[in-house]
């Protein structure tokens, strides 16, 4: 008897593996911090810029598939 995801509560949009990756990212440098302050915080601001640009880009690709919009949040049409 197969379980319909549905009905499980499983979760299929992927916070379960971003979790996973925040988790292991977190202890990855904390133990980093017990060898090397500096060095933590010196992954722990890389990590950080990577985690911006990797959000950007996913906003940036759900931008492209609707229309392009300005900084106020206008519809810009074709000049």
């Known amino acids: ?10 979760r299929t949009d992927g ?9 292991f990212v977190l202890v990855v440098v904390a133990g980093l911090a017990l060898w ?3 060095a933590a915080l010196m992954l722990g601001g890389v990590l950080g810029v990577l985690a911006c640009e990797r ?7 759900g ?9 106020q ?4 049409r074709g000049e």
Not at 1 to 9: A, F, H, I, L
Not at 15 to 23: F, I, Q, S
Not at 63 to 71: E, K, M, N, T, V
């Open 63 to 71: 931008a492209i598939a609707g229309p392009a919009r300005g900084a």
């Open 73 to 76: 949040g206008e519809v810009k």
């Open 15 to 23: 916070r379960g593996l971003l979790a996973l990756e925040v988790t």
């Open 1 to 10: 008897m197969k379980k319909d995801p549905e009905r499980s509560g499983a």
């Open 36 to 38: 090397s302050v500096p």
């Open 55 to 61: 959000t950007m880009a996913r906003r940036e690709q």
